[in-house]
């Protein structure tokens, strides 16, 4: 069974920069596509960035600020958030297009909070 799980969210200031993670785990043959959304209170979940066969997608309101990037020695993959603004805050959800035994599925991880505040 594979498992997404992200970490490193938190609390941080405005101006100030996270890394989140997503490590991949379970039967996997190949991870195809890896991604980032987000989800504030009483807003629908928003797509932050994505990378597909070397392609890189960024929302309008984080390109340049934000950076997506994989470890396909480790499967697992990166977002490194600078210059947070308190428009920032919300769950933050990994998925990933990966094809195990039972071939290609999405999967999502539990999602890990981030908070902007001073």
């Known amino acids: 069974q594979v498992q997404l799980v992200e970490s490193g969210g938190g609390l941080v200031q405005p101006g100030g920069s996270l890394r989140l993670s997503c490590a991949a785990s379970g039967n996997i043959i190949a991870i195809n596509s890896m991604g980032w959304y987000r989800q504030a209170p009483g807003k629908q979940r928003e797509l932050v960035a994505r990378?597909?066969?070397?392609?890189?997608e960024y929302a309008d309101s984080v390109r340049g600020r934000f950076a997506i990037s994989r470890d396909r020695t480790k499967n697992t993959g990166y977002l490194q958030m600078n210059s947070l603004k308190p428009e920032d805050t919300a769950v933050y959800y990994c998925?990933?297009?990966?094809?195990?035994?039972?071939?290609?599925?999405?999967?999502w991880g539990q999602g890990t909070q981030v908070t902007v505040s001073s």
């Open positions: 990378v597909d066969s070397g392609e890189y």
């Open positions: 998925t990933a297009l990966i094809t195990s035994d039972y071939g290609d599925q999405r999967h």
